[in-house]
């Protein structure tokens, strides 16, 4: 534990979100999500018993999102013909309001095959216990300046 | 995840809790709980952002107390002239009483320094985020029976 | 050995079918599959002197079927002009309805140079020593939802 | 799996019988032995899910016991005022027996905590899934003379 | 070293032929065959100072030959225009026959570059110190029956 | 790099800073030290080309100094006899001030041979390229409390 | 440290920039450079808290630029439309002029894109916390003569 | 240190060119050549201090040369337009000459980009100080026959 | 294998042979020595299916004896009331009188208990197949002088 | 390579020189010094086929010696009765004092066994081929200051 940073921060989530550069992705995945199989080339960082929201607010409070590119914030999309509602990204919308002058403007969508796609080339995966349903998130890093 | 088993529990914990046998110890250690140095030649197993209350609730699922000593389970003694309250130990005594048949009576103390050169010989430390005081808990596994 | 759980899942096995997420696959092989040279990229569990059987109903008590799919059971389908009995499938199918509700229903057959593609980017292959003519096994995992 | 070996012989347990030499011993574990922490300076195996009779049984098949002792395996002795009752004691002698022309009388007692300081320095421990008490075995390996 | 089983065949080989499954192949190699090389995603195995035939006649006692496949057992053809004689082959009739009933029928021969470009996906190759010319084969592994 | 943390802290020294646990020690060595020699117990970190004094601000920023101790921050004795003056204790007092309520008076000396001694059992040790004399400095971590 | 070598050189540069031979490149990246993303076949060199000019003045002491090329150092070229300007630039060709007699004329620009692709198949890449724009530089190594 | 082996081949390149087989390549490069780059997938073998022509004299005494081809050692050829002179090729065609009957004709030239990819599948790559232009040289293993 | 080196040396034998120095001991083990339990500290190197005479003529065609001492070769003594022949020493005193010049006169004898101790300082213990009693011998290596 | 660096100092071994700090001490051991068993807990680097004298005159123009003791370079006494002649020494005499001003008044002798032990716990040991007697020396690293 390090004064004023999240607590639910491990040493080595620190440890690579700080040796993540401009443009590099990382996953927020879903308890269900297959991590170690998509994560073969990635860092896999488990964090059994924790949802992610709470996850994700501790991440932007120290993580940069991209101003380069619209949409730095990528959820995956709801699949044709599929009614189920997605209650969590309201939670998302506003965590990341919270941490980006850009609201939730800087989130968008990409479809579930493509979503995979770019899993396995993102930089870290974080493997969670999260339940809710289209609960993947993946964000993009942006520059750090002071 | 798995049908029926806490998904707190990662597949590194549930690996290393099921290959411990009759009578090795496992700390559950609070968040400024030393346990890298004390752990060098013991597992070390992070859960950030987790407290212990809900870790050994967890364990104590699939997890046997020694029925052979009196006090499977072993605090850290509350040092002499130190008058700090430990509401966190009624946690403790509820969780135990709901998952060993002997109550809170198989709960001993054991002496601070005591407590750490245990915890240098014990099979496993798990390094939480837990704030209260006097939190740390060591547990000596059981036999399972069928 | 822990509580609760069955005792033929190895630390190690256990580890891994927790790890494992929605669509990995599993294979559950006989005695004489190449298993070490078919998973060069999978994870490789042996374990000796067991039958299938046996390993597939304690998996099954823990490890869910993937429901997104109408057969996430595979088996090797009988090459055309084989006359071979395959007695071994009824207990298959017994142990399958016995824990999943849509039954043997959700038992497929693969050609036989397919299943052994489809091996070759399984998330693990178990080596076992059953000696039943085509006996060996996929499993899909499923989600895990409470 | 190989002509004329026990196929409950794992190809790495061939490869530490094969490796070790005149006097080197070897445990066989029930499966509450602590077999990790026992053997840190061992080799363990991990056979979850096998009684040991079955094991010592394919065991004997290839490894010799050694002749130069009188007691080249040895038994948990039970501890004074215990009452249990040990039949598989009477199952090894006869495993033995069938190897061994020295038959039961080459099996001896070790004090229970000689066999943990003993096992501390085996060269390897198997450790099975075994219910019966007292149902630890040692045995020290003898010389192959053709 | 262990009892009924050649002594030749050493801790790793015994590991090895054991853990090869049904179509696995395994060269043994004469004394400047580019084992090395040759091998790179394989495991090689040196035997310095051993010819091949002793080598052939320990491996093929405890390891069975595809009966799958019309010749199990290949040897490098002789290559056109070249007029050297290979004595050493029928040294390999004899221990083949020995060991396998169709006798010398299994054995085919392999056009050289074939030969190099299959040993590069063996499972392992044994490179000895044999001296005789053409004096390559390659085996592959059959099924175990009780 | 990240948000609102200095960046002179490496993803690899953050990891370490947040691994440690109250009373565990840092040493934050000159040039000369010979910090691999002293910590072969030890993580080395190396930062040539940085002086003590912007290290020793950065980590007191997330770092807190241990309050059950009355000098959690020592530094090497001037040796009897040595005249030398040590001007950069002067900046090391100023810094600590800033990032402490107790001011310098949570700085003690250690004789010589005594600080290499607990560098030998520190928790970690940075290497820089400071060049003044007597600039060792060891800190022992407290406790993060909010 | 070393006699006559730049403090700054750590013992890794020290080692990664003598293994590296004539043609071989490597790049010094600002702070938000994705330097182990682009690095995953390159070594990786953090650098945290240095600036570019520092580093890049100590390397060209020791480190021969190709002299076989007319650009042996690269920038990356300003993106169309961009009018950043590069202030850093100057201090670049005034330390490559200071220690290669061709001057700035031996520094040439590479679109961005291309920079990246070039990035990784470099030998080595160093990691800094330059916060200026437009800041990363490639240097191609050239022989040395004595 | 061996009796009759030239004691500047050390242990490590004494094992490389024992294992190499028939046909195996081995690049003994000067001081410029990138060797680590060029040999990713090689065996670099550093030889700092040394010239090439002492080492090809130690190799050539226990290294036999192809006779299956006719140029078992290669040199790179001088590029088009270039004048440079080659004095060290005299002593290489010497020493070749008195270890080889085929004298000097058993040398070849290859182009310097083919050169260099041969290297890129050399089985080792010895990485010299030699200062000689035009110095790199490969050879390719023979047979050793008694 | 190289020209003029015995082809029973393997690559890794001959690196060991070659990085032991003056007074490094050797231990040439049968095949019933424990050679792994004794060899935890050793380079143990296996030459299964071999005698140790070949091995150790092979061997003193390279390797000094040490000429400080005056039984750089050493016997394991033959126990007291132990009435068994040893003819293979008869092999060894020829085979070393044949590669040193003191004969049969460096060959000395240690008890059986102190060879045992000394192997586990030796710096390589050798595994070989040899069948004979009292066949472990130790050599102690010498300066090679030219 | 680098410029104005001795080409004989390996990128490794710069790299342990520079690591090095004030009071570690480096052996340059002769040919038959058994390195690899003294430095068991030092970095061993070979330098097969060179001498001392080039390697220590090398070092020494980037290594400062000791300047906080007497004799900061140690040479191995001549043993009791021992006439040998040293001529070696005063190559190392002039070697030292072109490189430090204290001229060979810094060289002090070591008894042969304390020499022994005392390698034992240097930082590193550096084997050569080095053919004269006693030639053996150790090095203590000083202070750098600019």
Redesign the interface.
Known sequence: ?????P??????????????????RLVIAD????????GKDAIVI?????GVP??LD?IL????LDTYVDHPVSLMEVMKGDTVETPIWDEYKEIVTKNDSRGDACIGNIERFKFYDESKTA?AII?T?E?ALYANIMLQ?G????
Chains 1, 2, 3, 4, 5, 6, 7, 8, 9, 10 share one sequence.
């Not at 308890?31 to 998509?38: D, Q, V």
Request: hydrophobic share 40%.
């Open positions: 534990m390090l004064k004023g940073i607590q639910i921060l491990s040493p080595e989530l620190l440890k690579v979100l700080c040796e993540m550069g401009h443009s590099d308890g269900n999500f297959p991590a170690e199989s998509m488990r964090m059994d018993g924790h709470e996850i501790a409070k120290v993580f940069p930089y493997a216990s339940k890093k520059v750090v300046v002071e």
